[in-house]
């Protein structure tokens, strides 16, 4: 898949439901998806100073490899004085200097400019980049269908309605501000998510020839300054955790809750890490688990050593629990949803998040086991060094990390749990 943002993939054509226009910023090329579901290739081309519009053949007859070779010959041709329309189909781009050689294509003078009254219709709206552009960042982000939609309900509110119809060479910085102003002070963060993905939206417009500009790189100097509290997730002191751990386990939530809840708590992992965690990533024979790096927030592989009590929840995990591979699914055999376990914690009177449980196995090894930094910061999957410092730490210090979190499984007295799991 390239990795060049504002053109299109094979991946990112083939998973495109449209209606709608997906450009490839390549010569001038998008593909068209209509209301029925054909999609049709179509160039928008300037031809001896007049702005045009050439079908390429549909897809997926016409792949889009074939689709830029034709676009990259007639835009070729239309620099040198050619039409396109005037010549054999389909003309590509190694037979250019043979017809121009042999004289077979109609030539004319070609315009400095090209002729700046035609209407130029082909330059897609805000709405139209959006789809575009989402398509693109789509197919690179880990949870890309709940990213996409949340990316489309932000705009749809608060950005479509302003600048939705508009011409993305036509928006203004002044549109920006105007749409972001209501919200600025009252919804910051809401309002800072907005301006960034429109931004992203019009890089790709910038990226895709349709303007030379971002509008909305500027907007922030002209709204109000927000003073920013720092924003801690709500924790608990250590010592108040066995408590709380014991509560959850004897809740009357489901098995596979209350195990992923008792697993986050003794590992200090990320919910989402715990809520995705499958068989095939613990080692049974070594008590490790090894979390891939597309499913981590630093983006590498981190390993988790796991305290006896972390593997007596996994030994009941495996033995009583279904689901496809997933070490806790929920009863239809799908990961539970993100809000499961902040849900259970708030209606059992726990005044901490399940993210907050990291911050307290932090102060905990700084405080009672006194562990040092870089092994406190390696359980819970921090980055730990700089480049500098990267190159010279090989080791993820396994086994210093091993005794650290069976002390934290000591501390918390749950290395067999068996009344609170049965």
């Known amino acids: 898949m390239s990795s060049n943002d504002g053109k299109l993939t094979d991946t990112i054509v083939h998973g495109i439901v449209g209606p709608g226009k997906f450009y490839d910023g390549t010569n001038g090329l998008y593909l068209r998806v209509a209301a029925t579901g054909a ?13 045009r519009e050439l079908g390429l053949g549909g897809y997926p007859v016409v792949t889009l490899r074939e689709a830029r070779v034709q676009a990259l010959a007639n835009r070729r041709l239309a620099r040198a004085g050619g039409d396109p329309t005037e010549t054999p189909w389909p003309v ?4 250019l200097t ?52 949340q990316w489309h309900a932000s705009l749809r509110q608060y950005a479509f309605p302003t600048i939705g119809d508009v011409r993305v060479d036509k928006i203004t910085t002044q549109e920006i501000v105007d749409l972001l102003h209501p919200i600025w002070s009252s919804k910051h963060e809401t309002a800072s998510r907005v301006k960034q993905r429109i931004s992203v939206v019009m890089d790709w417009a910038k990226a895709s020839g349709f303007r030379a500009d971002n509008p909305a790189t500027i907007a922030d100097s002209l709204l109000p300054n927000i003073r920013r509290n720092a924003v801690h997730f709500p924790a608990l002191p250590y010592r108040n955790v066995r408590d709380a751990v014991q509560k959850v386990l004897r809740s009357n939530a ?56 972390a593997r007596y929840i996994l030994d009941v995990s495996r033995g009583g629990l279904p689901g496809k591979g997933l070490l ?24 901490s998040v399940p993210h907050g449980f990291r911050s307290s196995f932090r102060d905990w090894a700084a405080e009672e086991a006194q562990a040092p930094r870089e092994v ?16 010279y730490a090989r080791s993820d210090l396994l086994e210093r990390r091993r005794e650290l979190m069976q002390e934290w499984c000591d501390y918390l007295q749950l290395n067999r749990p068996d009344e609170a799991l049965r």
């Open 92 to 95: 590509q781009v190694a037979d």
């Open 254 to 309: 489901s098995q596979s809750v209350r195990l992923a809840f008792g697993f986050l708590v003794l590992t200090a992992c990320r919910s989402g890490e715990i809520r995705g965690a499958t068989h095939h990533e613990i080692d049974w024979d070594q008590n490790i688990w090894t979390i891939p790096a597309a499913r981590t927030k630093t983006s590498r592989v981190h390993r988790v050593p796991l305290s006896d009590g």
């Open 328 to 351: 806790f699914p929920m009863r239809t055999g799908r990961p539970m949803s993100d809000s499961t376990l902040s849900k259970l914690t708030r209606s059992l009177g726990i005044a």
């Open 376 to 391: 406190a910061e390696i359980s819970l999957g921090h980055e730990t060094y700089s480049r500098v410092e990267a190159a």
């Open 39 to 51: 999609r049709q290739w179509v160039q928008r081309i300037a031809i001896r100073g007049k702005t």
């Open 98 to 149: 043979e017809l121009l050689s042999r004289g077979q294509l109609k030539t004319a003078p070609v315009p400095d400019e090209p002729d700046t009254n035609v209407p130029d219709t082909n330059v897609p709206t805000f709405a139209q980049a959006a789809e575009t552009a989402i398509a693109l960042k789509s197919s690179r982000w880990k949870n890309g269908g709940k990213s996409a939609a």
